[in-house]
């Protein structure tokens, strides 16, 4: 069957909701400096509920107002996407990805997002000695996040495959599937308990072929 595996990364490997509360633990840190009569957690379930009501969007900024606190923003957003996430794999994840190695298949990961932010999470998962090629779209440029046909292209070539040994695995119909699909690819979508896109449902060109709610589903799938 398939000899390359790539997965996306936020929510199919880890939690992203994990990262967002790790990140949000560092803002409140450096929020408590100005607001000595506040806890770190405190802050940090402030942001936490704000995210939860609207959405990421202005968290910061309706925080920093709420609190009284005059900061820049960009110093906020620069602290949350630098900080050293407090994350881990998926229990399936971790075995899906050992079972995979012992198969000999070759496992690569195309992942969307600010650069640094990403490759922070890669280096906290420890995800180098695990995969053979990692690809954030981050450091190419914003035309070439999924689902532009780059990183799926630049994968292949790297790996030395043909997009038909491949399969992409990943939790966003929006952007992952429906370019895999089109070079050829296969395409499996993981619909896990938490996640942005746990209900979405889409125009079947963007669903995947097959759908998942755990990654040791396809332990007996693999040759
Ligand atoms: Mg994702």
Request: aromatic share 10%.
């Amino acid at each position: 069957m398939y000899i390359g595996y790539i997965f996306d990364l936020d929510d199919t490997l880890y939690c992203e909701h994990d990262f967002v509360t790790s990140g949000f633990r560092a803002v409140a840190k450096e929020l408590a400096c100005y607001r000595s009569d506040m806890s770190v957690g405190a802050i940090q379930e402030m942001l936490i509920a704000e995210w939860k009501k609207n959405g990421r969007g202005k968290v910061f900024n309706e925080i920093c107002k709420r609190l009284d606190v005059d900061i820049d923003i960009a110093h906020l957003v620069h602290i949350y996407r630098t900080h050293h996430p407090d994350i881990s794999l998926y229990e399936d994840a971790k075995e899906f990805i050992s079972f995979l190695k012992e198969k000999g298949k070759i496992l690569g990961i195309i992942t969307d997002g600010h650069s640094t932010m990403q490759w922070t999470k890669v280096e906290a998962l420890n995800l180098e000695s695990m995969f053979d090629y990692i690809i954030v779209t981050g450091d190419l440029g914003d035309e070439h996040w999924k689902p532009s046909e780059t990183p799926y292209r630049k994968m292949v070539e790297y790996l030395n495959l043909d997009f038909k040994d491949c399969v992409y695995i990943g939790d966003n119909p929006h952007k992952d599937f429906i370019t895999a699909r089109k070079l050829g690819m296969g395409t499996i979508r993981i619909i896990r308990n938490i996640g942005d896109h746990m209900r979405t449902r889409l125009a079947k060109e963007y669903e995947a072929d097959h759908v998942i709610d755990s990654l040791s589903e396809l332990m007996d799938r693999v040759e």
